[in-house]
């Protein structure tokens, strides 16, 4: 038999146990620990010459302290937080340590400044160094401690996050083999030519779409997109090709991080909607520059590589790459003509380490403003029809034109009836003449229009010329939107 008093003594200690448990929760939730986002972390680089932002949560109302550099800077978290403290930028070197203090002291160590740059698109900006062209040599060869490694995991969301995955990571054979290969050359000839740290920030997926890249607020703000936001309303949820959907989860989350710029490869999968990419590609650098808040910071992309597209129209990268090329009206872009590094047979060419060196020549001569480098092959300026031949001309010809081979490939002429045939091209100077004796009145000229296309111009540096057409005739993706 159990007395009333030894009842009241057991509800008495279950109870203040009860009791001590709530106390317990709620002082762990009213003081909850400073938190960074997952884009701070030790052997980090930050961006050298801009203001250094740190952010991240806390208490409402709570005290943080900001220190690296010689420099403390303090703020009040806001009602929901959040805090942010700027900090003025740091001169490239280090190593650094970066300390946050809250209720919790964060100690991140090995903090290096240099330049930072995100390299993002589809699966030839996600393919590893391991896959590469010489991947042996490579990853045994990769001993660089200034340059650092940060691979965004591969989330999607339908709504805009404020965080992500990942770590940084010290270059080496170690961690190497599985980071972006495009990126790591572009990063190491960076570092060869600034002798700086670089930090490279992987953000990409195999096969996505560039409006799963883009906000869903610059899609709305175009009527021409309205298609592509139809057509997500009856997309897998869980597909990564949803427009809006890798912003959100993968680019949104460092918007507050200073970079110096971007590096892109993608297109393949938009190939036949190049009419609508016209749009959509300069839609997207532009909507991350207004977001990043960094002005018209540098924006360096890859034209698609020649290859044998199944199921498609045989012109449809070459239109693609028409928009890629087209988009060099915008400030402070430079695009890499891949067509003498492809293969045809394989949607991922091998050699990734030329595609990242001609990269970082955009990026050492325009950004970093080595003036002794050529940095483009020709690019199209304009035509004049001569009689029953047609002259084009062209700019970064340094150098003068040059054939690889017996003579010009790949160029089309046609008349007012729109129907190419193949022609006869010949280098006079820094201009090429084409002609079809069988064209009296020639209107038009392509160069290399089709998906496979390997043509042999070059400008004495070595690089390729880009294809292009001097027509306006409608294109065969016009109307799929």
């Not at 057509?231 to 970079?259: C, E, T, W, Y």
């Not at 990419?277 to 207004?290: H, V």
């Not at 050492?364 to 029809?385: F, H, M, N």
């Not at 084009?392 to 034109?401: A, E, R």
Request: glycine share 8%.
């Amino acid at each position: 038999m159990i007395c009333r008093s030894h009842l009241s003594g057991i509800a008495f200690t279950t109870v203040a146990k009860v009791t001590a448990a709530i106390a317990i929760f709620w002082c762990a939730e009213s003081t909850a620990e400073v938190r960074l986002p997952k884009i701070f972390g030790s052997h980090m680089v930050l961006q050298q010459q801009r203001p250094i932002k740190v952010w991240g949560w806390a208490d409402p109302g709570e005290k943080v302290t900001v220190a690296v550099g010689g420099q403390t800077g303090s703020v009040q978290a806001d009602a929901d937080g959040r805090w942010v403290v700027v900090l003025q930028p740091l001169a490239a070197g280090g190593p650094h340590r970066l300390v946050v203090e809250g209720t919790n002291r964060i100690q991140l160590e090995d903090v290096l400044v240099g330049e930072v740059w995100v390299g993002s698109g589809q699966s030839n900006m996600q393919w590893p160094v391991s896959r590469s062209m010489n991947a042996e040599k490579e990853i045994a060869e990769a001993h660089w401690p200034q340059i650092r490694l940060f691979t965004v995991a591969r989330q999607i969301a339908p709504t805009p996050q404020e965080d992500c995955e990942g770590q940084w990571r010290v270059c080496s054979p170690e961690t190497i083999p599985d980071f972006s290969a495009v990126l790591y050359f572009f990063g190491r000839k960076i570092h060869q030519g600034l002798k700086v740290p670089v930090g490279l920030i992987n953000s990409s997926w195999g096969g996505t779409m560039a409006e799963a890249w883009t906000s869903r607020e610059a899609l709305e703000t175009d009527p021409d997109f309205a298609p592509i936001l139809e057509r997500g309303k009856n997309f897998d949820p869980k597909s990564p090709h949803q427009p809006a959907v890798l912003f959100n989860a993968m680019i949104h989350p460092l918007l507050n991080f200073a970079i110096r710029g971007v590096v892109w490869y993608q297109g393949e999968s938009n190939c036949a909607r190049a009419e609508q990419y016209q749009k959509l590609f300069p839609t997207l650098i532009k909507d991350w520059r207004q977001r990043w808040g960094l002005g018209d910071f540098p924006f360096y992309y890859v034209q698609l590589a020649p290859f044998r597209y199944r199921n498609a129209d045989p012109r449809n990268a070459a239109e693609l790459r028409e928009a890629q090329r087209l988009t060099l009206r915008l400030p402070n872009v430079g695009m890499v003509v891949t067509t003498d590094i492809g293969d045809v047979k394989d949607i991922h060419p091998a050699n990734k380490q030329e595609v990242g060196r001609r990269l970082a020549l955009w990026a050492l001569a325009k950004t970093y403003g080595q003036e002794d480098i050529v940095y483009s092959g020709p690019l199209y300026r304009e035509a004049k029809v001569e009689a029953n031949r047609i002259r084009i001309y062209f700019d970064h010809v340094d150098g003068g034109l040059v054939v690889k081979g017996p003579e010009l490939t790949h160029f089309q002429i046609a008349a007012a009836d729109g129907e190419f045939r193949p022609a006869k091209a010949v280098i006079d100077g820094e201009t090429v003449v084409v002609w079809n004796e069988e064209i009296p009145q020639p209107v038009a000229v392509r160069f290399g229009w089709s998906d496979d296309a390997e043509p042999n111009l070059f400008n004495a540096a070595g690089l390729p010329a880009s294809p292009f057409r001097t027509d306006t005739f409608p294109l065969v993706t016009a109307g799929r939107r």
